[in-house]
């Protein structure tokens, strides 16, 4: 229960932090953002004194409110909700704009990342178990898949799957000539799947090599306990020593960074989402940024930290139970 | 049994990893000295690579031979920069809070745990993006300051194992300053760990330098592989086929980073020597396992192993 208690009191803390940075970095950074934006707001439509008041909250500007009251006002927008107003979109308030984006990456950055450590995995134990073997000349290349930068990955996905030899759409979530917008049908499935064939993959070549490495380390380790030597003296077949024995322990630590793989979900690929224009939070962040939407970016990194950290939390909670030792330790 | 055990043993990956790092350093240093002018557009546009401009040339008429070999000078510079800062940072907050212990380790451990949950990404986005003119060191400084966190979670494990050890408490006994016990009887233990998680964090700054970059948030008025990208990516490279703009500085980033890695694997099986015992190990049981029928089972791979272990 402690550690529980534990786990809560920091994340409560977390929170609090990334919140209050989300209020003190545009009030650090030189220039005035809020009157940027608001200058920008006046030109495409009517800016309300509601909207004004909103845009200085989140931004910072000389008011005649003291830092401590800002910081209250501001509390107070965000419980009810209110992250403010977009430029780029105006007038679509900020959480419309989230809401919209969110299931796009979680969908496809949760089934890339499922993919990727299924394979990862499943290839680290192998080549940990043949160590010693000609497999082992396969570490260094796995190395360079490590360190591939993924936007690049998917440029040359993009070269060579779409312009080279055009079988999979170029940009998009869907296609947009025949639907207005995402609907439930089959069809739009099948669309959907269909252009997220190369932004997974992109993901998946370029998270699966971390996975393998770490897998097969943890092999490597795990094989050299007494209990494995213990499990061969006893005669055990090859195959329980390798499930029950060996990958059993030895994928702990990656479920542990599964699961913080997956809590990260929500942050997009963002670069990956910019090559093919995906629709998802990291293409809007983008947006936000390229439009000087501090509004837009600022709400952005809010939910991003927020449902990040709520996922950890989850996570801290269910590998409590796996590995009963980190709610000692812990 | 008399190895060093500080210094990495000479193996085909060291020296695998140590030709790429070095060239690349070298191919950084040396070559914008030999190459023209990265932003002379006088050539014509969009030339596939031939003996005049070995990489072709880019949609403006710029040599990507010239701007690859610039563009490496400030990739490195940031990685280096940035590697430095998140170092010096990640040895405060690891170290430092490791040895500490109490109270002092609980706010800075805090801190560190925060500052890893917060995704960084978007972090260094929020942060650059106010930012109207960003140099090189500037970006190197943003990518420093918010990469140091995993880093000092892993300094932080090693210095509190570290910190009960007898040797330590030994010269805590003889009255050392708690700067010298940091300095002169830990550190030194910690340095194969340290130089790993440095280049580490190279790469990570040089891909996070790129990153930036291809959204718009890069070093303005530099070249980096990361801008070259980006500049390919927003010139149509793609449509165009010029693959020979796009293809090699995304290339070397990822070779730089596969060399570096090639060397960390070397150092890790230093500080973590089950991973090179075992390989040992392992030659050892199949070398019995295929001397078994032979009737003499253990001894004769026995000696062998004796030597090298």
């Given at each position: 229960m402690r550690y529980y208690l534990r786990r809560a009191?920091?994340?409560?803390?977390?929170?609090?932090?990334?919140?209050?940075?989300?209020?003190?970095?545009?009030?650090?950074?030189?220039?005035?953002?809020?009157?940027?934006?608001?200058?920008?707001?006046?030109?495409?439509?009517e800016v309300t004194p509601g909207v004004e008041r909103t845009i200085r909250l989140l931004l910072g500007s000389d008011t005649d409110q003291t830092m401590w009251e800002q910081y209250v006002a501001y509390w107070g927008n965000l419980l009810r909700g209110d992250l403010g107003v977009s430029v780029t979109k105006f007038p679509t308030p900020v959480v419309e704009l989230i809401s919209?984006?969110?299931?796009?990456?979680?969908?496809?950055?949760?089934?890339?990342?499922?993919?990727?450590?299924?394979?990862?995995?499943a290839a680290?134990?192998?080549?940990?178990?043949?160590?010693?073997?000609?497999?082992?000349?396969?570490?260094?290349?796995?190395?360079?898949?490590?360190?591939?930068?993924?936007?690049?990955?998917?440029?040359?996905?993009?070269?060579?799957?779409?312009?080279?030899?055009?079988?999979?759409?170029?940009?998009?979530g869907y296609d947009v000539f025949t639907f207005d917008g995402p609907q439930a049908s089959w069809v739009f499935a099948g669309s959907v799947a269909y252009h997220g064939v190369l932004p997974a993959l992109t993901v998946v070549l370029s998270s699966f090599g971390g996975w393998l490495l770490g897998m097969r380390n943890m092999m490597v380790s795990t094989l050299s306990e007494d209990y494995i030597t213990t499990a061969e003296a006893k005669g055990l077949r090859r195959s329980r020593i390798l499930l029950g024995y060996a990958v059993r322990n030895a994928?702990?630590?990656?479920?542990?960074?599964?699961?913080?793989?997956?809590?990260?979900?929500?942050?997009?690929?963002?670069?990956?989402?910019?090559?093919?224009?995906?629709?998802?939070?990291?293409?809007?962040?983008?947006?936000?940024?390229?439009?000087?939407?501090?509004?837009?970016?600022?709400?952005?990194?809010?939910?991003?930290?927020?449902?990040?950290?709520?996922?950890?939390?989850?996570?801290?909670?269910?590998?409590?139970?796996?590995?009963?030792?980190?709610?000692?330790?812990? | 049994m008399a190895e060093n055990r500080i210094l990495p043993r000479r193996s085909a990956k060291l020296v695998a990893g140590l030709v790429i790092t070095l060239g690349i350093v070298v191919f950084a240093v040396v070559a914008p000295f030999l190459v023209q002018d990265p932003r002379f557009s006088g050539n014509d546009a969009l030339?596939?690579?031939?003996?005049?401009?070995?990489?072709?040339?880019?949609?403006?008429?710029?040599?990507?031979?010239?701007?690859?070999?610039?563009?490496?000078?400030?990739?490195?510079?940031?990685?280096?920069?940035?590697?430095?800062?998140?170092?010096?940072?990640?040895?405060?907050?690891?170290?430092?809070?490791?040895?500490?212990?109490?109270?002092?380790?609980?706010?800075?451990?805090?801190v560190t745990n925060i500052m890893l949950v917060i995704p960084g990404l978007p972090l260094v986005m929020v942060i650059a993006v106010y930012m109207q003119s960003r140099?090189?060191?500037?970006?190197?400084?943003?990518?420093?300051?918010?990469?140091?966190?995993?880093?000092?979670?892993?300094?932080?494990?090693?210095?509190?194992?570290?910190?009960?050890?007898d040797y330590v408490e030994a010269s805590q006994v003889a009255g050392e300053r708690t700067v010298r016990i940091l300095l002169v009887e830990i550190l030194p233990n910690l340095l194969p760990l340290l130089a790993a998680?440095?280049?580490?964090?190279?790469?990570?700054?040089?891909?996070?330098?790129?990153?930036?970059?291809?959204?718009?948030?890069?070093?303005?008025?530099?070249?980096?592989?990361?801008?070259?990208?980006?500049?390919?990516?927003?010139?149509?490279?793609?449509?165009?086929?010029?693959?020979?703009?796009?293809?090699?500085?995304?290339l070397l980033i990822a070779v730089f980073g596969a060399g570096l890695s090639l060397v960390n694997f070397s150092i890790d099986e230093v500080v973590n020597p089950k991973l090179r015992v075992v390989a040992e190990a392992t030659g050892r049981r199949r070398a019995t396992e295929a001397s078994a029928p032979a009737a003499v089972p253990a001894s004769p791979a026995e000696p062998k192993t004796e030597v090298t272990v």
């Open positions: 009191a920091f994340y409560a803390i977390t929170v609090w932090a990334a919140i209050s940075l989300n209020f003190l970095i545009p009030r650090l950074m030189p220039g005035d953002p809020a009157d940027i934006m608001l200058a920008k707001m006046a030109r495409s439509g919209a984006a969110l299931p796009w990456s979680i969908g496809l950055l949760g089934l890339a990342t499922i993919i990727s450590f299924v394979l990862g995995i680290g134990a192998w080549i940990g178990w043949k160590r010693g073997t000609w497999v082992d000349h396969i570490i260094p290349g796995s190395t360079l898949l490590q360190s591939l930068p993924y936007f690049w990955v998917a440029l040359l996905l993009v070269y060579g799957f779409a312009v080279v030899n055009p079988w999979f759409p170029r940009i998009g994928a702990l630590p990656s479920i542990a960074g599964f699961g913080i793989s997956l809590a990260f979900v929500v942050t997009g690929a963002i670069v990956m989402e910019q090559v093919f224009t995906y629709p998802g939070l990291g293409k809007l962040m983008i947006t936000a940024v390229q439009g000087n939407d501090f509004a837009l970016m600022q709400g952005l990194f809010l939910v991003i930290t927020l449902t990040v950290l709520a996922a950890t939390f989850l996570m801290d909670i269910v590998y409590g139970f796996v590995d009963p030792r980190t709610r000692h330790n812990g | 030339l596939p690579p031939s003996a005049d401009h070995l990489l072709g040339t880019t949609k403006l008429g710029y040599d990507v031979l010239a701007q690859l070999a610039h563009g490496a000078r400030g990739s490195l510079v940031v990685g280096l920069a940035a590697a430095a800062i998140a170092i010096v940072l990640s040895l405060i907050f690891g170290i430092f809070a490791g040895y500490a212990g109490g109270w002092t380790d609980e706010i800075l451990t805090m140099s090189l060191w500037l970006v190197a400084f943003i990518l420093g300051i918010t990469g140091w966190a995993g880093s000092a979670v892993v300094l932080r494990s090693q210095a509190r194992s570290l910190r009960s050890r998680q440095f280049l580490f964090a190279v790469v990570f700054a040089i891909l996070g330098e790129a990153g930036l970059s291809f959204i718009g948030l890069g070093p303005n008025g530099s070249i980096t592989w990361g801008t070259m990208i980006t500049d390919a990516y927003g010139g149509n490279a793609m449509s165009a086929g010029a693959w020979w703009w796009f293809v090699p500085p995304g």
